[in-house]
């Protein structure tokens, strides 16, 4: 495996690809695209749009960025890209056609390790639920939504020569070299919490039967007493300031390791509700979270840290990093030493990522697979 600059390619040194999987901060270029499948007739390529850089070992970079499998990696992938109808965003369509797509182009009698998926935001719980029609909780996802740069219109994914706006990019894969994908949140939780006691989807209406904007206030010592009063967007200083809910809820004590994050970015001022970029149901234990911008610069690379006290690291041949566009946007320039953070930690490895607009899998092997935000997911592959 090794990283490769689709600006610059160079393949050279490419013996049998099978995959190349891209992420980019500006369209990918369908020439060249097309060049590479006439002169590698088996390769894929495929990808996502990130926010404003593509992690790498190099640091937080602009362009193109895509990692090449080739057939002696042992790993075996099936993409697919589905579309929707961009105004179903929550319909049972998207369900049904993302558990249809994946029957009729992958093998469905062979167990697959892991599914990854980059979705558009506002798909996501639903494309999961697809995904698990088709194959049972032992296979997990591990995904990122896609995520637009500022030089961008939308948000894209892209399979060989086709691009979409609306819809899905799942990955099938095969094989026995996968061995680790966490999902940890860079927050710590307050001593503020409560249950919905009334939400719709992303919105969530009642916190301990009280209007969720006024608990939410409260909180946070009203800092966005303006914002809530007048309704609208919150400012992005709330994203340090995000909502988590309890992977177990029936624990006495929250452990960082086992919440998920919902980012909250919109106030109803006429009923004070609140919507969010996931889902929160009702009954829902919920927590304030906390963050710093050194803390979460930090995260990544503690994450990486921590993986590798169970595992060999002279085993891991490579990593995908998914790191939260939200937080990426509130450390901005730091995002650079995100990336020598999981260097360092990781060693002399090729490792690929994106910063994205919410964040798919599971925290542990017995959680379900959940979408939220704010969050770190890597993904680790043996040699």
């Known amino acids: 495996m090794q990283i490769t600059n689709l600006q610059q390619l160079d393949t050279s040194l490419w013996i049998d690809p099978r995959a190349f999987i891209v992420y980019s901060t500006q369209n990918v270029d369908v020439d060249v695209i097309r ?37 002696s990696d042992a790993l075996e992938t099936c993409p697919i890209l589905v579309e929707f109808d961009c105004e179903a965003r929550a319909s049972k369509d998207v369900r049904a056609r993302v558990s249809a797509a994946i029957r009729s182009r992958c093998d ?24 698990h029609d088709v194959f049972d909780d032992r296979v997990q996802v591990f995904g990122a939504t896609a995520a637009n740069d500022k030089f961008l219109s939308k948000p894209f994914v892209f399979l060989n020569e086709k691009t979409s706006t609306c819809g899905v990019l799942l990955t099938v894969v095969y094989g026995d070299r996968l061995v680790c994908a966490i999902h940890q949140a860079g927050y710590l939780p307050t001593q503020k919490h409560g249950i919905v006691t009334s939400s719709n989807l992303r919105t969530i209406e009642r916190i301990d039967d ?3 904007a006024a608990v939410y206030n409260e909180w946070t010592d009203s ?5 809530i009063a007048r ?12 909502i988590g809910s309890m992977v177990r809820p029936n624990d006495e004590m929250p452990d960082e390791d086992l919440i998920w994050l919902a980012h909250p970015y919109r106030i109803d001022a006429e009923n004070q509700s609140i919507e969010f970029y996931s889902e929160i149901p009702v009954g829902s234990h919920i927590y304030l979270m ?45 995002m650079n030493k995100v990336c020598q953070n999981i260097r360092h930690s990781l060693g002399d490895i090729p490792f690929i990522g994106m910063s994205s607009f919410g964040e798919q899998g599971r925290i542990e092997a017995s959680a379900p697979d959940t979408h939220g935000n704010m969050m770190i997911a890597i993904l680790l592959i043996k040699r």
């Open 35 to 71: 060049d590479l499948r006439a002169k590698f007739p088996r390769l894929e390529i495929f990808g996502a749009s990130s926010y404003h850089g593509i992690i790498a070992p190099s640091g937080y970079e602009r362009g193109s960025l895509g990692l090449v499998v080739e057939a």
């Open 108 to 131: 469905c009698s062979k167990s697959p390790t892991y599914v990854v998926m980059h979705a558009m935001q506002g798909y996501e719980e639903r494309v999961i639920e697809g995904i």
């Open 210 to 212: 009280r209007p969720a």
């Open 223 to 227: 800092i966005f007493d303006i914002e």
């Open 231 to 242: 309704g609208g967007d919150l400012p992005r200083s709330a994203g340090l300031y995000t």
């Open 290 to 334: 906390r963050s710093s911008a050194d803390y979460l610069v930090d995260q990544a690379g503690r994450m990486v840290s921590r993986i590798l006290r169970h595992i060999d690291p002279s085993t891991i041949r490579t990593a995908f990093v998914m790191y939260c566009a939200g937080c990426a946007s509130i450390i901005a320039e730091k």
